[in-house]
């Protein structure tokens, strides 16, 4: 059953359980014979409602849902609301997804909102001109006035009036008056970041994966990347080129002075007006602020101040040591740099390093001075001074050194030889050569400028019976005996080399005529010990 009231003649063409009300009477001759899609229970009133309506569809207003076609179950209210809207969509108010052609599962809510849209899917706008010329993008939900005005990234949040109001980029979340509002010159562009509270990340442009909780939090930040703030006005300076920052507490980074800026990265603040040392201060961390005189961890029954760490705390203060305090009355476990003013130690009055532990029985203390090479130690026991004891001294200290070392393998082919006869072997191969002493294209020597003792190993590998043997300055050194057909034969030892024109090679004697080529296998190495 269908009714029609003052409906276009011959516009129903097989509607059954349909109520036209004014349908497509509109005063022009322009839509005679328009036929109404065929469909069943669709409710239109208004001039142009519904004009190619599905079945189950609700269009109400001048052209509501005027093209509503393919999808049964739209419902349009309001003038012009979903005018050539496709699909089961929801749009309420005066031209609330006025060019929105396709896309299933769409709710736009408010006067002039979600208009410019024309193909969206499960996006969620509702709000006085709430999305109102944002792009054609999926799973958005924009509430709040004017929120989301000219959104363009997919799957984002954002609820608030002016929420995102230049908000690009893809997954954000947006929470509260003005949160993320972007630049009105540069369509914010960055992805993945959350804002929670008014006002945050209200400058936001391309910047990405940042946290902003809190009323004005990182409020100027445009480029900046990766930042996590945490109270009102946390980071509210953080402006360009300020990445990987963790502030927290009520104005921290923000208390006048020294706020955080450009350029400022990697640092965390952590307390209310807890501020770094610049506002461009890279790799801080900071705890707290100026008024902060206590440092206490109750479980471990630690409870540090500027003047005293605690008896019975096994810890150090590390910093310079008071020159005002002798040595002799330090109260307090201590590390650091010591002006001496009390007594003379390895004939240097002017300071040491110096390291002492404490407790009210008993003390130990070490001084250490670079220019003599000396360590000394010494202790109290309940009062009594012991004398100093050298561990270290001109007397006893060893100079460390290094010298030249290289290693050589046969590589890319094996070698032919002479049969029965004794044959250098042509290590053509270096894995190292530290100073550069080995000859590994013409002479396959080692001649180190170090003098020396130096331990020396060859390894050779033959496809016959072979001895190996290490030469110096062309004449045998050290000599293995005679191995098996097939098998790798080594020797090595101590050799002393005068770091000018002596000179060491590797060679065989085999009754066959290959040197096999190994990296593991035909290999001959070096060492300086000592001179």
């Given at each position: ?6 409906h276009?003649?011959n ?8 109520v ?15 036929t ?9 009133l208004?001039?142009?409602a519904?004009q ?24 349009h ?5 979903g005018k050539?809207?496709?699909g ?14 396709y896309?299933?599962y ?12 024309s ?14 010329q944002?792009g054609n993008?999926?799973?958005l939900?924009?509430?709040g ?5 000219y959104?363009?990234g ?25 949160s993320m ?9 960055g992805?993945?970041s959350?804002?929670?509270g008014?006002?945050s990340?209200?400058?936001?442009t391309s910047?990405?994966?940042?946290v902003?909780i ?22 509210y ?8 920052n963790?502030?927290?507490g ?13 350029s400022?990265?990697?640092?965390i ?5 807890a501020?770094?040392t610049?506002?461009?201060a890279?790799?801080?961390?900071t705890?707290?602020n100026?008024?902060?005189?206590s440092?206490r ?7 540090w101040?500027?003047s005293?760490?605690?008896v019975g ?5 590390i910093?310079?040591i008071?020159?005002?305090q ?6 307090t476990?201590?590390?650091?740099w010591?002006t001496?003013t ?6 240097q009055?002017?300071?040491c ?16 001075d ?8 010494r ?6 001074w012991?004398?100093?004891?050298n ?6 200290h ?10 050589a393998f ?5 070698q032919t030889?002479?049969?029965?006869s ?9 894995s ?12 396959y020597r080692?001649?180190p ?28 050194y050290?000599?293995?005996g005679w191995?098996?057909g ?5 020797t ?5 080399l005068?770091?000018?024109?002596d ?17 593991q ?11």
């Amino acid at each position: 059953m269908s009714i029609t009231i003052n409906h276009q003649t011959n516009d129903i063409s097989g509607v059954g359980g349909s109520v036209t009300i004014n349908g497509n009477a509109v005063p022009t001759t322009s839509l005679t014979g328009v036929t109404q899609s065929s469909g069943s229970f669709i409710t239109s009133l208004g001039a142009g409602a519904g004009q190619s309506g599905s079945g189950g569809a609700v269009t109400i207003g001048y052209q509501a849902g005027q093209s509503n076609s393919y999808g049964g179950g739209g419902v349009h209210i309001g003038y012009q609301a979903g005018k050539v809207s496709i699909g089961g969509n929801v749009t309420i108010g005066n031209s609330a997804g006025l060019a929105l052609s396709y896309g299933p599962y769409c709710t736009i809510i408010g006067t002039n909102a979600g208009t410019t849209i024309s193909s969206a899917s499960r996006t969620t706008i509702i709000g006085a001109e709430a999305g109102k010329q944002c792009g054609n993008v999926d799973d958005l939900t924009a509430i709040g006035n004017m929120s989301g005005f000219y959104a363009s990234g997919n799957a984002s949040t954002l609820l608030g009036s002016w929420a995102g109001y230049y908000s690009g980029g893809i997954e954000r979340v947006a929470l509260g008056a003005y949160s993320m509002r972007g630049s009105p010159s540069w369509n914010s562009t960055g992805a993945y970041s959350v804002g929670v509270g008014a006002y945050s990340l209200f400058n936001y442009t391309s910047g990405e994966k940042n946290v902003a909780i809190g009323h004005s939090a990182l409020y100027s930040a445009t480029t900046s990347k990766w930042n996590v703030a945490i109270g009102h006005n946390a980071g509210y300076g953080l402006t360009t080129a300020s990445d990987n920052n963790v502030i927290i507490g009520y104005l921290a980074g923000y208390t006048g002075t020294n706020n955080l800026t450009a350029s400022a990265s990697n640092n965390i603040i952590i307390g209310a007006s807890a501020q770094a040392t610049a506002s461009n201060a890279n790799n801080e961390i900071t705890l707290g602020n100026a008024s902060i005189a206590s440092f206490r961890i109750p479980g471990l029954g630690i409870n540090w101040t500027t003047s005293n760490i605690p008896v019975g705390i096994d810890v150090l203060k590390i910093d310079t040591i008071s020159t005002t305090q002798a040595a002799n009355n330090t109260t307090t476990a201590q590390i650091g740099w010591r002006t001496l003013t009390s007594q003379t130690l390895f004939g240097q009055t002017d300071g040491c390093m110096y390291t002492s532990t404490y407790n009210t029985g008993s003390m130990h203390q070490i001084f250490g001075d670079y220019r003599t090479g000396q360590v000394a130690i010494r202790g109290r026991e309940s009062g009594t001074w012991t004398s100093w004891r050298n561990v270290l001294d001109s007397s006893n200290h060893t100079t460390y050194t290094t010298g030249p070392t290289f290693r050589a393998f046969r590589g890319t082919s094996s070698q032919t030889v002479s049969a029965n006869s004794w044959n250098k072997v042509q290590f053509n191969t270096e894995s190292w050569d530290t100073d550069n002493a080995f000859d590994s294209t013409t002479n396959y020597r080692f001649t180190p400028q170090k003098a020396g003792y130096y331990t020396v190993n060859v390894n050779i590998g033959c496809t016959n019976q072979a001895i190996v043997s290490i030469w110096k300055n062309g004449a045998e050194y050290l000599t293995a005996g005679w191995a098996s057909g097939g098998s790798y034969m080594s020797t090595g030892g101590l050799v002393y080399l005068n770091g000018s024109t002596d000179y060491i090679e590797g060679y065989v004697w085999t009754d066959g005529t290959v040197v096999e080529a190994s990296a593991q296998g035909t290999v001959f190495s070096a060492i300086w010990v000592r001179g």
